[in-house]
């Protein structure tokens, strides 16, 4: 079943409503139930978990041809630069290249033996939440956890995490391509120069006074073996320090508002922490940080029985599939003891995340510390506020009472 563009306004799918970026669930629902294969301009949105897995899984979709879109929304400069070096606008072999010298550093073991320090800094930032009796837990606890992990493992001083908030938030708005604005694209050019010029500094210095940290990793495999080129070692550096750190905030930020938003569920995982491993899972379904994932189809194929034509671009709505009822029973009910969660919050296929060890890791820690710590932890306000981006679903703050 599919809609034509005129179809979609009335279902409310618009990535730069307040209402939509609020709650989009409802949107969702009504678009798996009426227009699961949305046509808007040249574009396909796709809102079932079947045809999303398949999509993500299936060669015949891959990211050819997003280095001219990349172009065409934000013109030449520093953004279009940096963006079409990541990895995660590449396919194979480029993108094979590249990510098998950034996985070593977030393979399980490799993140089990940072789970020590990642309880340290936790232990830390609770200490200064308690001590205030509550505040932002955004910018107290759910940003500076995942940022000092990635600021450790790339060796950054801790104390520029600040600017590189500034900066990873101008890049996540640059990332909903088809909202591009002026203001955006500068914001985004901005940012993209600053943290490549930062890291062009690290590099250096890195090369002068070698580390044993992931950055000096990416850096010996370039001297070693000719295997990126200097554009690339940075632009690589900038792309794992952002997707290192921006899902893990909103995972943590939108996992806390849920849990308190249901009290039965911030019990259970009090008392048992046994279950830490699966909320993290069952949060990643519930209020996915990537809504959305983009894909072009480089042959001519099919989803669902509708026909994708080469060259068509594919928006598969992760955050719709993970509500989907055809694959999870009452999908709008949070339940931390949920079997079976394969969820699509890190996506699947080539592109699955990288870090996704790390970040269940960190995630996994900073919600039964919290619990354990704060059991009577409350919201302030029963109003919060959604960042206004479609692709990355995350809170702009959400103040607590410990």
């Not at 009335?10 to 609020?22: M, R, T």
């Not at 070693?224 to 320090?241: I, K, N, P, Q, Y």
């Not at 669902?304 to 989907?324: F, H, K, M, Q, Y």
Request: glycine share 8%; aromatic share 8%.
């Amino acid at each position: 079943m599919s809609a034509s563009v005129d179809a979609a306004a009335p279902y409310g799918f618009d990535l730069q409503s307040p209402v939509f970026l609020a709650d989009p669930y409802p949107v969702y629902a009504r678009l798996r139930t009426e227009a699961p294969m949305l046509k808007v301009a040249s574009r396909w949105v796709v809102s079932r978990y079947d045809d999303v897995d398949a999509i993500l899984k299936n060669p015949a979709f891959g990211r050819r041809g997003y280095d001219q879109m990349i172009l065409k929304a934000f013109g030449p400069g520093p953004l279009h630069d940096s963006f079409k070096r990541w990895m995660l606008f590449m396919d194979p072999p480029d993108h094979t290249r590249l990510r098998s010298i950034a996985t070593r550093a977030f393979t399980p073991r490799a993140v089990e033996r940072l789970r020590a320090s990642i309880q340290a800094l936790v232990e830390q930032l609770l200490d200064d939440l308690g001590a205030d009796g509550g505040g932002d837990l955004v910018s107290l606890y759910a940003y500076p956890l995942p940022v000092m992990v990635m600021c450790d493992l790339l060796g950054v001083p801790a104390d520029d995490r600040d600017d590189f908030r500034v900066w990873s938030d101008s890049l996540g708005r640059a990332l909903q391509l088809s909202a591009a604005t002026p203001e955006i694209t500068a914001d985004g050019n901005e940012a993209a120069l600053r943290l490549t010029e930062y890291f062009r500094v690290m590099v250096a210095e890195h090369r002068d006074h070698p580390r044993d940290d992931l950055l000096g990793d990416l850096i010996a495999a370039e001297d070693g073996g000719g295997r990126l080129s200097d554009d690339e070692l940075l632009a690589t550096a900038v792309l794992l320090f952002f997707a290192g750190h921006e899902t893990t905030v909103n995972l943590i930020g939108n996992g806390t508002l849920a849990l308190l938003r249901h009290p039965d569920q911030w019990q259970l995982l009090h008392d048992d922490p046994g279950f830490g491993r699966n909320a993290v899972e069952e949060l990643l379904r519930y209020e996915t940080p990537v809504q959305l994932v983009g894909r072009v189809a480089v042959e001519d194929t099919e989803v669902g029985g509708t026909p994708i034509a080469a060259g068509e671009v594919v928006t598969a709505l992760t955050g719709s599939a993970n509500r989907d009822p055809n694959r999870f029973a009452e999908p709008d009910r949070l339940d931390i003891q949920r079997g079976d969660v394969h969820h699509l919050g890190f996506a699947a296929g080539p592109h699955y995340c990288l870090g996704a060890a790390l970040a269940r890791a960190e995630a996994e820690i900073a919600f039964v510390s919290l619990v354990r710590r704060f059991p009577n932890l409350r919201l302030a306000s029963d109003t919060v506020q959604w960042r206004q981006n479609g692709v990355l679903r995350g809170l702009q703050s959400l103040a607590v009472v410990c």
